[in-house]
């Protein structure tokens, strides 16, 4: 799909939500691609943000500001004619441009130029909708599988948390958790993984750690025993990603076999605020035989159920990029990382 111009000036409103500019001008998931149909009108929260979505006849997504510039009614509350959104209370009338097209009142007087709608951009890619409230800084992040045959993709979510966005990914690239939050899963509580040193190095697309080595009892939708080396990236401060090289294995933890499959996972954080967030993933398998899409799924929803259950006990819930605010330990080194990381960008919305 192609990018929706965005116009350049900003509604009143904005200036109640999230100021941080790094998280302005960055991607964010809002939806899969599949929960916006055409000819209805979706209400989405982002940054603290009250937008409107919609799908007109062409395919094209549009975001814009829940707000009608007239009065100040919330466009979402309104309805779809003739492939223009109308506004509830005066019958305004806005085309796929934003512009205000009629105002019934007085119809046959040609609406000022300032009579428009607050577009934002957005673009479809990966199955998702991205939005981005400011200036793009940059393009959305890769997803190295999407267009490999090789790989099964799964998305699975929403997964509401009642959490922070930054501490929700800080869990999903940490593998200490396993043995206690995914017992029998990823890890077993009365003989967990001893991790050995790792690195992680800052690139061009974020961090990236080497491979941390677990022992998974069941460590994938097949149900059965792996070794698994996970490779973590940060590709955002919102969007994590991790590529795990995986060899079945033995109840005790030992490889049986010298063949690695991959199962690689694509995290995408809707921050709704500084203390709320909706998770969305991505999975890419290339495993041989294939499980099916709903065991890809059903696990995804017990890992991610238990992830935000422990999540959203953390306090404080906004997550401290000081380091001197919480105890870190060289196991703990790619979400220290993480953090220091957020703090070079002068992240200031949802941090201490």
Known sequence: MNLIAVSSHQPITAGDACQDPVLLNDWHVVGYATDFVEGTLYPVRLLERELVAWRSSDGQVHVWED?????????SKGWIKDDKVVCPYHGWRYNGEGACTLMPAAPDETPMKKARAFPCAAVERYGFVWVCLGTPAA???VFPEWESERFMKVHSGPYVYEANGFRAVEN?????????VHAGLNG?????????????????????????????????????????????????????????????????????????????????VQALDATR????????LDVDPRPSAEAVRERADVVFGQDKDIVETQ???????ELRYELHHRTDLMGQRYRTWLRNKGITYGVI
């Open 67 to 75: 707000l009608c510039i007239h009065r100040g009614a919330r466009l």
């Open 139 to 141: 393009d959305i992040p």
């Open 172 to 180: 999903f690239i940490d593998a200490t958790h396993f043995p206690f």
């Open 188 to 268: 077993v509580m009365d003989n967990p993984d001893r991790l050995e040193p790792y690195t992680v190095e800052e690139t061009a697309s974020g961090l990236k750690s080497s491979e941390v080595r677990v022992f998974q009892p069941w460590g994938d939708a097949r149900g059965t025993p792996l070794v698994a080396f996970y490779t973590y990236h940060t590709f955002r401060p919102l969007v994590g990603y991790f590529s795990k090289r995986t060899q079945a294995a033995n109840a005790e933890g030992q490889p049986v076999t010298e063949h690695s499959d991959t199962f690689t996972t694509f995290f995408t």
């Open 277 to 284: 967030s909706i998770v969305r993933v991505l999975a890419s």
């Open 315 to 321: 306090r404080p819930e906004r997550i401290p990029v």
